[in-house]
């Protein structure tokens, strides 16, 4: 099954995201963000953390080489990207209001 896209399912969260990438002078980490896939959302259990990963993770591994982080300026909470070879894998969202999930509800 294909994974939703993250500006289908997080609108908001999306134009964010541009917004903040451009301001941090990142427009081509900016121009993926629409083609984005929500392929899992954290399972840490914290309630303060709405994160998800944009790619697979390597299993048991740190992402290695080609990997840094982009901490970006939100109004509200944090939201720092783990980008590998200019790819966005993960977005993690800390202390922020509660991401709207845009998707219908399963029939």
Same mark, same amino acid.
């Given at each position: 099954?294909?994974?939703?896209?993250?500006?289908?399912?997080? #609108?908001?969260?999306? /134009?964010?995201? /541009?917004?903040?990438?451009?301001?941090?002078?990142?427009?081509?980490?900016?121009?993926?963000?629409?083609?984005?896939?929500?392929?899992?959302?954290?399972?840490?259990?914290?309630?303060?953390?709405?994160?998800?990963?944009?790619?697979?993770?390597?299993?048991?591994?740190?992402?290695? #080489?080609?990997?840094?982080?982009?901490?970006?300026? #939100?109004?509200?909470?944090?939201?720092?990207?783990?980008?590998?070879?200019?790819? /966005?894998?993960?977005?993690? /969202?800390?202390?922020?209001?509660?991401?709207?999930?845009?998707?219908?509800? #399963?029939?």
């Amino acid at each position: 099954m294909t994974p939703p896209l993250v500006h289908e399912v997080f #609108p908001t969260l999306a /134009i964010e995201l /541009i917004t903040l990438l451009g301001q941090e002078g990142e427009p081509e980490l900016a121009a993926t963000v629409r083609s984005l896939p929500l392929v899992a959302e954290c399972n840490c259990g914290d309630d303060f953390c709405q994160s998800f990963r944009t790619a697979p993770h390597p299993a048991g591994q740190p992402y290695g #080489p080609g990997h840094r982080c982009v901490t970006l300026s #939100p109004a509200d909470g944090t939201l720092v990207l783990d980008v590998v070879d200019d790819r /966005i894998m993960y977005v993690e /969202i800390l202390d922020r209001a509660p991401l709207h999930d845009t998707r219908p509800a #399963p029939s």
